[in-house]
């Protein structure tokens, strides 16, 4: 594994062996082949090590590295939270809650994050918008999402189920963003929609599609970022 120079990122590499899953008596292939995943993915491993909750913690890193939004001060809201992988690199980057303000909303619960206030909520339930800025009582840096609905296994109906959550997650940044601002969400393969890449590029100085290293490359997601809000 080798460390970049900033703040707790990383980039994990090298030459690891494999294992292999005991037994698989009374599971179906598919649970066998996630294991299997699981078990052998450099990610996993580095976050248990670390205490991250997830793997996805190391997109977040990654793509911060890389694009600089995440600044100790900032004010940010993470939509789609749980585990809380996301949540746990924002406050560390912002310097949460001594500097930076964090808030992280998801449907599912979560376990408390030191430095970040937790919303157990549905996103797209009409008082949730009120919520989030109750609780950021203040205008947003940053707006993230990780949002995403239960797989269909149906490309198409996939795809426009996530760019919904992207679109929603949209309105509320563009409601909550200071000057400046930074929105990121997480779209499927094909990128954002051609009216939806508009109005970003429209509202947005700088407007990219991304995919991290962390992130399968047997994986359709992808994310955008938009940096520069015209408020």
Excluded at 29 to 42: G, K, V
């Amino acid at each position: 594994m080798a460390k970049s120079g900033r703040g707790n990122s990383t980039r994990v590499g090298g030459r690891d062996l494999s294992q292999k899953v005991k037994t698989a008596r009374g599971r179906k292939i598919s649970s066998t082949r996630w294991l299997q995943r699981q078990l052998n993915d450099p990610y996993v491993r580095e976050a248990k090590k670390r205490g991250l909750r997830s793997r996805a913690a190391f997109k977040l890193m990654e793509m911060d590295d890389r694009f600089h939004f995440l600044k100790p001060g900032s004010r940010v809201i993470d939509l789609g939270a749980a585990p809380g992988g996301w949540t746990q690199v924002a406050v560390e980057r912002v310097k949460a809650p001594d500097r930076g303000r964090v808030v992280a909303l998801d449907i599912n619960a979560m376990e408390p994050i030191p430095g970040a206030q937790i919303l157990i909520c549905d996103f797209l339930a009409t008082d949730a918008p009120e919520q989030l800025k109750n609780a950021l009582n203040g205008p947003a840096d940053v707006v993230l999402s990780d949002m995403a609905e239960p797989a269909t296994g149906h490309t198409a109906t996939d795809h426009l189920r996530i760019m919904g959550l992207c679109e929603a997650a949209l309105e509320f940044a563009a409601e909550v963003l200071a000057p400046g601002g930074v929105f990121l969400a997480k779209v499927l393969k094909g990128g954002t929609e051609h009216a939806l890449l508009t109005r970003m590029k429209r509202d947005f100085k700088s407007v990219k599609h991304v995919k991290p290293p962390a992130s399968r490359a047997d994986s359709a997601e992808t994310y955008v970022i938009a940096q520069g809000f015209r408020a």
